[in-house]
Every structure is written in structure tokens, then in C-alpha cells.
């Protein structure tokens, strides 16, 4: 499969099945024409690779996620012979060594804050990924679902407006941290 065929897959398609174990067959069954394999192990990896593929979804594998496969050369190569599409991965390591080996790659980032934005941003000036996969997508969501613990949650990193300051106290922060000095005045 070519860059392009993945792009012109995900665009018919947006919504990738991210699974587990547990959700694969429903994965096999889903819309998605791309499957991203969050786990599996040496054992399992080549024969859930052949189920997907014959049924025509394009199959990533997390390499940082599966169980016995090295996270050097040699699983990656192991990963290309089992018959993936690509990988995916947070280790800019991995996706060159897949590059070379002819697999499409899907560099995963976890933003955390400014300086980590700024950090994502020159990695991205020197990655030979495919697809960059940023997470987490839906951090209001994230606010909802733990404001109501009986500890206050501080929503923090990456608020650099009064907009995302009262839409983070409105889901539920009990306060906002921000290096932002303009924000301090509110």
C-alpha cells in the first residue's frame, strides 16, 4: 500500500478502529478501512494480521504496545514479514528503521504542555512519518470526566486564551494553570 492509498482511505473513511485485544473482531466487522492494533502479542500478531487483511482493512500495529516483539530492527522486520501495513510508534527510531523497510509509519505524540508542543513541532520538521497521530484528542472531554472527584482538578498545559480558561472551568476544572501572564488578570 502506497502513502497515498492510506490517505485516500482515510479520507473515504475518517474513523480508524484503535483496538485491543478484546474489540478486534468488531473491528474486522466495522466501517473503518483501517484498523490500529493497540497490543497483541508474537503469538497472535500474524494471524490477525491475515483476518484483516482479508477482509480488506489496512492494519497498523503499535509496535511500543505489543507484547514479545523487540522495539528495535529486528521487530519491526518481524512486523513486515507478518504482513502489517505499517506501524505505529512514538519512537522516531522505529519509524525510520520502518521507512526503510517500505512500511507506512504513524508517529504518535502525547501534548502535555507548551514546551512540549514546541518540542512536537521540531520533531515534526525532521520526521519521515507518514501520519502523525496527536493525543489526546478531546481533553474537554477528559475535564468532564474527572471533575466530579472528590479532589479539585486544575486543568493545565496549553491554555493561552480566556475562551479555553471558562470553557475549562464550565466542564468542570476547579481552576486553570497557564504560563500564559496575560491570563493571570481574569
Known sequence: MTRQELYDNLEICPVIAAV?????????????????????SLLTLQDRIKAAKEVGKTVFVHIDLAEGIAKDRAGVEYIARCGAHGIISTKANL????????????????????????????????????????MPGVIGKIIERFSSVRVPLIAGGLIETKAEVTAALNLGAYAVSTGKKELWYL
Do not use: W
Open 20 to 40: 485491543h485485544d478484546n474489540l478486534f473482531d468488531e473491528a474486522l466487522r466495522s466501517p473503518s478501512t483501517v484498523i490500529f492494533m493497540l497490543g497483541g
Open 95 to 134: 519509524i525510520k528503521i520502518a521507512k526503510e523497510l517500505g512500511l507506512l509509519t504513524v508517529q504518535r505524540f502525547f501534548v502535555y504542555d507548551t514546551q512540549g508542543v514546541e518540542s512536537i513541532a521540531g520533531m515534526l520538521n525532521v520526521s519521515c512519518s507518514d501520519v502523525v497521530e496527536i
